[in-house]
């Protein structure tokens, strides 16, 4: 699907094209996979097509078929990423962090964070959320990770 939309935006109609993504990530394991297949889909192709599309108009389209934009900014980095929407824009950093030999998330993030959509946090979860979070993001800075 990534692949015919690249090749839509670009006025390109594939004849006989055949595209087999292997993405070795577990599936709905929270660790990316939806998002390393959306991004091979589309950056594959683009490239195929001698780049026609930019990083920034391939994120747009990303954007339609996967929400998880951190997701897609981290398989595309390889780093840590903060990404939130505004009124306009997909905002968003990258964080280099201490070196570490494995960062791991748990599915259970990925349950909590898809829980938003269908239910309401209690208060104090609501507030404990964005201080874990940079808690999270202060410990792989420095290197602190006694948490």
């Known amino acids: 699907m990534a692949a015919q939309i690249v090749c839509k935006k670009v006025g390109y109609s594939p004849s ?32 195929l097509l001698g780049a026609p599309l930019t990083w920034s108009e391939l994120l747009d389209l990303a954007l339609g078929l996967e929400s998880h934009a951190k997701g897609l900014l981290a ?3 390889g780093q840590l990423c903060i990404a939130a929407r ?3 824009d997909l905002v968003s950093r990258s964080i280099t962090v201490a070196p570490l030999q494995v960062y791991v998330a748990a599915p259970a993030v990925q349950q909590l964070a898809w829980r938003t959509s269908e239910t309401s946090f209690n ?11 940079a808690i999270f993001i202060n410990s792989v800075t ?3 990770l006694d948490l």
């Open 142 to 144: 420095t290197g602190d």
């Open 86 to 88: 505004n009124s306009r």
């Open 16 to 47: 006989g094209l055949k595209i087999t993504l292997i993405n070795n990530y577990p599936v709905a394991s929270g660790l990316g996979s939806s998002c390393g297949a959306v991004l091979g889909g589309l950056v594959g192709v683009n490239e």
């Open 75 to 77: 398989t595309r980095n």
């Open 123 to 133: 208060r104090t979860e609501a507030v404990s959320m964005p201080a874990l979070a």
